[in-house]
């Protein structure tokens, strides 16, 4: 299935039905009145996020999703049926924005969250609504409200444990093939990897997920390359592993490349958790792997670890160092949570007081 993390979708939810002006006609009742029905109401546009999705191909070919109108009212005081909701399924990680792109309007981050994007209209009222000792034979009746519709954007933004940045070809692919079962595209050319893949890491009985991210060159939070439509899927990281490739004849310049990048970009990402790695070190002879390494650490100002691939030199160690940063980062959170959990009990969430869901 091939990878998409934006989607321009227009959405319209269904409109309500009309009241409807009715009499009763029944031959041996004199003075019937009025009976008409109220209209039924509209259908919303939901967005829930599940569990089973990793992309948002569906929507490039589904660009519309309406909801079903409600039906009109009838006589005998029949109320029109409801219309049907439109349920739009995105991955977990999926952000909704405006038409503009500059408002998240929700974020789904957990399995089952849902949000109404588009309400539907409420049914208009029968005669029978107007009936009154004053007005015994109303002629009136209410039309159906007007649906609502605009134009919305999808982005997914992966939620992984840890992402792997570097240049293109500094081997995040090859990394990712050899301490998980993900089979990503290999070669020894820039850009091998033109979306991100994810991938599962064990150390131990941990076991956790690793996001490998297209190479970030010189202007990415501009655009350049391929850009930074894929930074934000780092933004979600619990730490990230900085390769490094230890064939390049400057290896401090194509760290700081990268960590420039990072900060111009911001939302986070240059103080999270960061493990830099010389990767390819099966290709240099052991002292000039060293040499660069401490010119590494030296700009750096952190640890340095001498990792290859190919030949898996390193890697366990990596991989318990990096599985002991995510759970002392899930344990922050878990006592952030309970903290919040505490000071908030006792009064209600602001979603629960506005009676929940998002209106334009």
Not at 69 to 90: E, H, Q, Y
Not at 136 to 154: K, S, Y
Not at 276 to 284: H, P, Q, R, S, Y
Request: proline content about 4%; some cysteine; overall charge negative.
């Amino acid at each position: 299935m091939k990878f998409l993390d934006q989607a321009k979708v227009y959405i319209r939810s269904g409109r309500g039905g009309h009241g409807c002006v009715s009499f009763r006609r029944e031959k041996f009742i004199e003075y019937g009145g009025p009976n008409g029905g109220n209209g039924g109401r509209g259908g919303d546009v939901v967005a829930e996020a599940v569990a089973n999705l990793n992309t948002l191909i569906d929507y490039r070919y589904q660009q519309h999703i309406r909801a079903k109108n409600g039906r009109p009212g009838m006589g005998r005081d029949m109320t029109g049926a409801n219309g049907a909701d439109a349920l739009i399924k995105v991955p977990i990680g999926t952000q909704i924005l405006d038409e503009a792109r500059d408002q998240v309007l929700a974020d789904l981050t957990e399995a089952g969250q849902r949000v109404v994007l588009a309400h539907g209209g409420r049914g208009g009222r029968g005669n029978t609504a107007f009936k009154s000792s004053t007005n015994q034979a109303p002629r009136r009746a209410d039309p159906g409200e007007e649906a609502e519709e605009f134009t919305l954007w999808l982005r997914l933004k992966l939620i992984a444990d840890a992402g792997l940045i570097g240049l293109p070809n500094a081997g995040k692919s090859t990394f990712l093939a050899a301490v998980s079962r993900a089979r990503p595209k290999i070669a020894d050319y820039p850009f091998t990897t033109l979306h991100p893949n994810l991938g599962v890491a064990h150390s131990g009985d941990r076991e956790f997920v690793l996001a490998d991210i297209p190479g970030l060159i010189e202007g990415a939070h501009d655009g350049a390359g391929l850009g930074d439509r894929f930074l934000g899927h780092v933004e979600r990281c619990r730490a990230l592993v900085h390769l490094v490739d230890g064939t390049a004849e400057d290896v401090v310049a194509d760290y700081r490349t990268v960590r420039r990048e990072l900060e111009a970009y911001d939302a986070g990402l240059p103080a999270k958790p960061e493990l830099v790695c010389l990767n390819k070190c099966d290709a240099l002879a052991a002292e000039l792997a060293a040499e660069r390494a401490a010119e590494l650490q030296a700009a750096a100002a952190t640890p340095v670890r001498l990792i290859s691939g190919v030949a898996g030199s390193g890697l366990p160690a990596l991989l318990t160092e990096l599985a002991a940063l995510i759970a002392e980062d899930e344990a922050a959170e878990r006592a952030d949570t309970g903290e919040e959990a505490e000071a908030g009990s006792g009064a209600g969430s602001g979603a629960e007081a506005a009676g929940g869901g998002w209106r334009p």
